[in-house]
């Protein structure tokens, strides 16, 4: 913070040169390229305008990956259905972990019925 005589100090030399002719040296500006920043940004968006087919072919990727994907999730439901699984280890599972039957029963499937494994990541 100035204290009271620098503020009078520089109002005095303000004064001078304004008597004087003389203009106080005024900082070199920088030139602001914001404007012309965003300039260029705006040409390079509206040069690379998204055409409709683009968005189509994109839209259908997308829709082919997710049916994909589903498709996966489907078949890999199905092959955990076929495990089979004891109500003897779904309850040790269940009660020792205090989890419900739910993601006993999953855990299970998803390690072939063996109880110890799915112990294990259930834990981890």
């Not at 008597?19 to 914001?34: I, T, W, Y």
């Not at 259905?81 to 998803?110: N, Q």
């Given at each position: 913070m100035?204290?009271?005589?620098?503020?009078?100090?520089?109002?005095?030399?303000?004064?001078?040169?304004a008597?004087s002719g003389?203009?106080?040296?005024?900082k070199?500006?920088?030139?602001?390229?914001?404007?012309?920043?965003?300039?260029?940004?705006?040409?390079?968006?509206?040069?690379?305008?998204i055409?409709?087919?683009?968005?189509?072919t994109?839209m259908?990727?997308?829709?082919?990956?997710?049916?994909?994907?589903?498709?996966?999730?489907?078949?890999?439901?199905?092959?955990l259905?076929?495990?089979?699984?004891?109500?003897?280890?779904v309850?040790l599972?269940?009660?020792?972990?205090?989890i419900?039957?739910?993601?006993?029963?999953?855990s299970?499937?998803?390690?072939?019925?063996?109880?110890?494994?799915?112990?294990v990541?259930?834990?981890?």
């Amino acid at each position: 913070m100035a204290a009271e005589g620098d503020v009078e100090l520089e109002l005095e030399a303000e004064e001078n040169c304004a008597l004087s002719g003389n203009k106080p040296q005024e900082k070199p500006r920088k030139h602001d390229s914001g404007a012309a920043d965003l300039e260029r940004v705006t040409d390079y968006a509206e040069e690379k305008e998204i055409s409709s087919e683009d968005l189509q072919t994109a839209m259908s990727v997308i829709g082919d990956r997710r049916s994909r994907e589903q498709k996966a999730k489907q078949e890999r439901e199905k092959e955990l259905a076929k495990v089979t699984i004891r109500k003897e280890d779904v309850e040790l599972i269940m009660f020792e972990l205090e989890i419900s039957r739910v993601v006993a029963e999953r855990s299970l499937r998803e390690h072939m019925g063996n109880v110890v494994e799915a112990l294990v990541a259930l834990t981890n």
